[in-house]
């Protein structure tokens, strides 16, 4: 689990992008949460989700995504789910969270 910073010098934005690192989500969800709300304290402009590595997503992995974007809504901080596999995809379409996510 990592949170990188990038910064653009062209736009100047502070952007936060935080990776599972392993195919499972459930052992990591809590650190996810966790660097997550620090991103959001640090008031990004955007925090990236890096889904790449993920393979599994159970129930509560996905209710903590969609209160990260639900936050992120409120405040204003863009939010991106990135690399996921068809898999996660999959999960996405069946859920109806899709869109939500795009959005």
């Known amino acids: 689990m990592s949170l990188k910073d ?3 010098k062209s736009d100047e934005l502070n952007r936060k992008t935080i990776v599972f690192s392993e195919k499972s989500a459930i052992s990591q969800i809590e650190n996810v949460r966790e660097l997550f709300d620090k ?3 640090e008031d990004c402009d955007k925090i990236t989700i890096d889904l790449e590595k993920l393979e599994y997503l159970c129930s509560t992995s996905l209710a ?4 990260m974007k639900k936050i ?4 204003t901080i863009e939010f991106e789910l990135a690399n996921p596999s068809s ?12 869109e939500f996510f795009k959005n």
Do not use: D
């Open 87 to 98: 898999y996660i995809l999959e999960i996405f379409r069946t859920t109806r969270l899709l």
């Open 6 to 8: 990038s910064q653009t």
């Open 64 to 67: 903590v995504l969609v209160r």
């Open 72 to 75: 992120t809504v409120e405040k």
């Open 39 to 41: 991103a959001v304290e």
